[in-house]
Each structure stands twice: as structure tokens, then as C-alpha cells.
């Protein structure tokens, strides 16, 4: 069954660094996702990516962060200084049809920042 | 402001029993609901899909209730199993907008053997 993969499964940075969380979505979808998790707390929605370009994003996504979807496969999460409040999994997602399938996740990065 | 909650922060059963984890949803325009399931280590990983012109789904060892009128979900574990312990999301999904899901916070389920 086609997955969502990410890369790194972990990633330790310094503050102040920038640091890119890289995704390859399932093949045939069209609607890419990065929501994160601190520990102990809910999934929150970064950033939503369709047709080459952010159709939604929240609050959290501030302009540390840009997305990136440099070939017909990768898609990439930047976060251009970190900061320690950074610190949480980081989960790709993508689906078909947004609003009408689910989304599928990958197992998330785990960024640390020190 | 709108929000997806969850009754109960943890939940232990017995192997065998059935499970029940229950989600409130507090937008009345969401139509299309998800339940997911979290193991340690892991992303959330799709179990059942519910849209708002339905009040029961079943899967395989799982249904999906849902009742628009008290905005209520819930997903009912069969024969609970040790392989079921996990942190399970629901997730809302609001018509003729963003579509961008909205999770809960999650409800921890121990299967004790």
C-alpha cells in the first residue's frame, strides 16, 4: 500500500538554524499537508498545498516558515531560524480530494531545537 | 470558537471487551468526519471516514456513529485487542471552505491482557 514518507525520522538543531523537513506524498495525490504536534498535545494544522501553491495556513506559520514542492514528488517544510518553542513532531500529509478522503500521514520528523 | 473535543483523556479495557471513545464537534457546518489512530512513535493512521449524510459506518471491527443533532461522534472498538492501545483523533472536516481538518486532542486507549 503506497505511504507518505518523511525524512529525517529526527533532527537536532540549534537555535537560530535553518532547517528543511522533506516529504514524498502518495504518488497520485494532489493536496499536500504539514501539521505538527508538541508532545502531549493535539495535531495543529500548519499549511495546506495545492497546484503549486499555500491555499491555507495558520496562525503558527509565520514567515519562519515556506513550503516547497521542488520536483513532481518531494515537498518540503523550511524553517528559516528555529526557534526553541519549535520543538515538536512535524507530520506531512496528503489525500486525493480534499474535503472528500482522508488525509494520509507519515510517520513525522521529530526536530529538536537546542 | 469552534472546536473538536474529546469526553474522556483515557480509556482502559480488557482484551475482549468492546471499546467505546467518544468526540464532540462544535461546527455545525462540518460534514465529513474522520476517526484516526496514534501509536507511539507514529503518525496518525486512518481507521474510518463518516460523512454528515450517514449516522453509522462500519468497518472491520469498527462503526462510527455519528448524531448531527447533539454534534457527536464516536468510534466502537470489537473485541478489543492489545494491538488496539493507542491515542485515537477525531477529526472534522467543514464544508464549502478550506477542507483542512481539525483535530482533537485524543483519547489514550489502554487493552490491558
Known amino acids: 500500500e503506497p505511504e507518505v514518507t518523511q525524512t529525517p525520522s529526527h533532527q537536532v538543531t540549534q537555535m537560530g538554524q535553518e532547517v528543511i523537513l522533506r516529504c514524498v506524498p502518495i504518488s497520485n495525490h494532489l493536496y499536500f499537508y504539514w501539521y505538527r504536534q508538541i508532545l502531549g498535545q493535539k495535531v495543529e494544522f500548519l499549511v495546506s498545498f495545492y497546484n503549486n501553491e499555500i491555499s491555507e495556513k495558520s496562525e503558527i506559520f509565520d514567515d519562519q516558515f515556506s513550503v516547497e514542492r521542488p520536483d513532481g514528488s518531494n515537498f518540503t517544510l523550511k524553517i528559516r531560524s528555529t526557534k526553541l518553542e519549535d520543538s515538536a513532531m512535524y507530520f506531512c500529509?496528503?489525500?486525493?480530494?480534499?474535503?472528500?478522503?482522508?488525509?494520509?500521514f507519515g510517520n513525522g520528523t521529530r526536530l529538536t531545537v537546542t | 470558537g469552534e472546536s473538536v473535543g474529546l469526553h474522556l483523556p483515557t480509556l482502559s479495557v480488557q482484551e475482549g471487551d468492546n471499546s467505546i471513545i467518544n468526540c464532540a464537534y462544535s461546527?455545525?457546518?462540518?460534514?465529513?468526519f474522520i476517526w484516526y489512530k496514534q501509536e507511539s512513535g507514529k503518525g496518525p493512521q486512518f481507521i474510518i471516514d463518516?460523512?454528515?449524510?450517514?449516522d453509522k459506518r462500519q468497518g472491520q471491527r469498527v462503526t462510527v456513529l455519528l448524531n448531527k443533532t447533539v454534534k457527536h461522534l464516536s468510534l466502537q472498538i470489537a473485541a478489543t485487542q492489545p494491538g488496539d492501545s493507542a491515542v485515537y483523533f477525531c477529526a472534522e472536516i467543514p464544508s464549502g471552505g478550506s477542507y483542512i481538518p481539525t483535530f482533537g486532542r485524543g483519547t489514550s486507549l489502554i487493552v490491558h491482557p
Open positions: 461546527n455545525s457546518a462540518s460534514d465529513y
Open positions: 463518516i460523512r454528515s449524510n450517514m
Open positions: 500529509a496528503s489525500t486525493q480530494g480534499a474535503g472528500n478522503s482522508p488525509l494520509h
